[in-house]
């Protein structure tokens, strides 16, 4: 029979955003692909698939792995899949790369790593970049997650490299943060200056089969120590984990777990996905100005306020109020 076969490249390309949310709803994992590429391309439907989505916003429980290049989050993100699988858990995976906007998103290296559930219909692992999206990382990721959820996902896991900015807003989307370091990369040092320290909630010291990770492992009991913390605040884990030999992921897991009961006891659950929610509205409507005042470039509109506070006949507050004032018209 070639219903399946014909049906496939339909989906591929549709606009259909009811269909494919039944369809996504349905666990059709092409419908669910296909939806993620409207969210990340920044699709003109994309308003659409938000609002269909909306009603199961907040049904999975969000992980994210941040990291320097290279930690193993993949690695970590590929065994983590294995313990919640044999949980019952469905799980999502989104691997955002946020350093390169343009490559279409195929991380090779991760869909290499994580090529152990590729046949199991409970998981969905996607690789996206920011591409063309509005808002970015910080407004096409939620979107994903949003996605995932709606086709059924209770766990969500987002692995982004700690490169630089992007990935500490990328990861402030999580309800829970894992920071993935590694023995002898300077990496305890790294992580404060990044200020990578203040969104961990759980540090995971992978590759602990190497030299030096006591040293880590002291190192950031050391940093966590010096934070103030107010009674009842959580205070970050330390986690050691062989993520190669599948060492450790029981006690990571475990962690993420401790977290997610402590985000409900004290109502950080709520206050951090309003926080995501408000990041995620902001991202968007800044996006939508951006493009307007893009469309005012070509035209008369910036082009001749930029003309004038070039020559000094105008200054650059007064000619922002205009644009501004121009964009409401
Ligand atoms: N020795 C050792 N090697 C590991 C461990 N975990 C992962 N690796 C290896 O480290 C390399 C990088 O692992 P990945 O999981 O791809 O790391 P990543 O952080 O996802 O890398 P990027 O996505 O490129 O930033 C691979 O060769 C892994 O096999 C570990 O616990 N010990
Ligand atoms: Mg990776």
């Known amino acids: 029979m070639s219903e399946l076969g014909t049906a496939a490249p339909s989906i591929r390309r549709s606009r259909d955003v009811p269909m494919l ?5 349905a666990g059709d994992p092409r419908a669910v692909a296909r939806l993620i590429t409207l969210v990340e391309s920044g699709d003109e439907v994309l308003p659409q698939v938000a609002a269909a989505l909306a009603p199961y916003a907040g049904q999975a429980q969000v992980v994210g792995l941040t ?7 993949s690695t970590t993100t590929n065994e983590l899949v294995r313990a919640l699988r044999a949980r019952g858990h469905r799980v999502g995976v989104l691997a955002v790369d946020p350093s390169s906007p343009f490559t279409g998103g195929a991380i090779l290296g991760d869909r290499v790593r994580m090529q152990d559930h590729a046949t199991d219909p409970g998981v969905y692992i996607r690789s996206m970049s920011s591409r063309g999206h509005l808002g970015g990382l910080s407004a096409a990721t ?11 996902c209770d766990v969500v896991l987002v692995e982004t490299v700690g490169v630089g900015q992007a990935e500490v807003e990328v990861a402030s ?17 790294q992580a404060v200056k990044a200020g990578i320290l203040e969104i961990a909630d759980i540090f995971v010291v992978n ?5 030096g990770a006591d040293a880590t492992v002291r190192d950031i009991n050391g940093m966590i120590a010096l934070g103030e913390r107010g009674p009842g605040e959580w205070r970050p884990q330390v986690v050691r984990s062989i993520a190669a030999r599948g060492e450790g992921i029981d006690d990571i ?10 985000l409900v006891e004290h109502g950080e659950l709520r206050r951090r996905r309003e926080a995501r929610a408000a990041a995620e509205i902001e991202a968007i409507a800044l996006g939508v100005l951006r493009a307007r005042i893009g469309s005012l470039r070509d035209g008369t509109g910036l082009a001749a306020l930029a003309g ?9 507050y007064a000619a922002a109020g205009e644009l501004l004032a121009e964009l409401e018209r």
């Open 21 to 25: 949310v039944e369809r996504a709803r």
């Open 67 to 73: 990291g320097s290049p290279g930690v193993g989050k």
């Open 142 to 152: 939620p979107q994903a997650v949003r996605v995932l959820e709606g086709a059924g």
């Open 173 to 189: 989307l999580a309800d829970t943060t894992l920071v993935l370091l590694a023995p002898g990369m300077g990496d305890a040092i």
């Open 207 to 211: 590759k602990a089969d190497r030299d």
């Open 253 to 262: 897991a475990a962690a993420i777990d401790k977290h997610r009961g402590w």
């Open 308 to 316: 004038r506070v070039a020559e000094g006949a105008l200054d650059p």
